[in-house]
C-alpha cells in the first residue's frame, strides 16, 4: 500500500470511527430519555388501577390525588391532560359534582399528558404535582384549567415565570416549588399515572372511570355541556349499590 492510499484509508477508518461513535452517543441518549420518560419499572399486573392508590416507590412516593372521601367505595378516577380543552370544558361541571359529592365520593385525577399535540401537557401535570407537595394540588388543579388559554401556548422562560406567578398567586414557596418542578419524584409519578392508564386502556382525555366501568362519551358530552345530571345519576346508582346516603340538596 503506497502513502498516500494509507493516508487515504486511516482517513476513512477515523471517519467511520467518529460517525459510529456519535450513533452510540445519539443511541444512549435517547435510551435514557426514553428511560425517563417511560413508566418505572412495576409488575402493574398486581396494581388495582380502580382503586385509590398510595404513594410507592414506583409513582415517586407521591400518592393518588383525591378530592372527597378517599375512603369511599363509590371511585371516580378521571385521567386527564390540563393543555387538553376537551378537559377544560369539562372541569366547571365535574367540579360542582366533585364538591357536591365530597362526602361520599371519591374523586381521582391521573396526569395523562398527550404530549404529541399539547407541548405544554406534561410541565402543567409536573406544576400541579409540584403544587401537591405543599398541599395545594386542587388549587392548582383549577387554576390551570381555568386559565388553560393563558398559558397553552407559551414557551421557555415565560412559560415557566408564569407557572411561578400562578405559585405566588396561591401562596406557596416559589422556590420549592420551581426546585420540584425538575424533580425526578414528580417526573417518576406523571409517568406512573400514564402506565397505569395505558394498562385500563386510555387512548384520550378525558377518559373516566367510575368503580372501574368506563364512562360513556355521550355522558361526558352532557358533562361538558355543563349539565352533569347523567354522570350524578350514574354516582348516585353506584352511591345505593355500596349504601352510602346521597348528598342532601338545597
Not at 382525555?205 to 358530552?221: A, C, D, H, M, R
Given at each position: ?5 494509507y ?17 452510540v ?12 420518560s ?5 409488575d402493574?399486573?398486581?396494581?388495582d388501577?380502580?382503586?385509590v ?8 412516593t ?8 378517599k ?17 377544560a370544558s ?6 360542582t359534582?366533585a364538591e357536591q ?16 399535540n399539547?407541548?405544554?401537557a ?8 409540584a403544587a401537591?407537595?405543599?398541599g ?15 398559558w ?18 396561591l ?5 420549592k ?23 385500563t386502556?386510555?387512548?384520550s ?17 352532557d358533562?361538558?355541556?355543563g349539565s352533569?345530571a ?21
Open positions: 500500500m503506497d502513502i498516500v492510499s493516508k487515504e484509508s486511516a482517513f476513512v477508518s477515523k471517519k467511520t470511527w467518529i460517525i459510529f461513535t456519535v450513533i452517543i445519539g443511541l444512549l441518549t435517547a435510551l435514557v430519555i426514553s428511560s425517563r417511560a413508566n418505572p419499572d412495576t402493574f399486573s398486581n396494581v388501577t380502580n382503586s392508590l398510595a404513594a410507592s416507590a414506583a409513582s415517586g407521591i400518592a393518588d390525588q383525591v378530592f372527597g372521601n375512603d369511599s367505595k363509590v371511585v371516580l378516577i378521571e385521567y386527564g391532560d390540563f393543555q387538553c380543552p376537551a378537559c369539562a372541569h366547571p361541571g365535574l367540579k359534582l359529592y365530597k362526602g361520599q365520593l371519591a374523586f381521582v385525577y391521573r396526569n395523562f399528558p398527550l404530549s404529541a399539547h407541548p405544554n406534561r410541565a402543567s401535570s409536573a406544576v400541579a404535582e401537591g407537595l405543599q395545594k394540588y386542587w388549587e392548582m388543579h383549577d387554576y390551570l384549567y381555568e386559565n388553560q388559554s393563558a397553552s401556548d407559551l414557551q421557555g422562560n415565560i412559560r415557566t415565570d408564569t407557572f411561578t406567578r400562578y405559585a405566588e398567586i401562596g406557596l414557596d416559589t422556590a416549588f420551581t426546585t420540584d418542578l425538575a424533580s425526578e419524584s414528580i417526573s417518576q409519578k406523571i409517568s406512573f399515572d400514564q402506565a397505569l392508564g395505558k394498562k386502556g386510555v387512548n382525555t378525558p377518559t373516566f372511570y367510575l368503580n372501574g366501568v368506563e364512562v360513556e362519551s355521550g355522558i361526558i358530552k358533562l361538558q355541556s352533569g347523567q354522570l350524578r345519576a350514574l354516582i348516585d346508582e353506584q352511591l345505593k349499590k355500596a349504601g352510602i346516603s346521597l348528598p342532601k340538596t338545597e
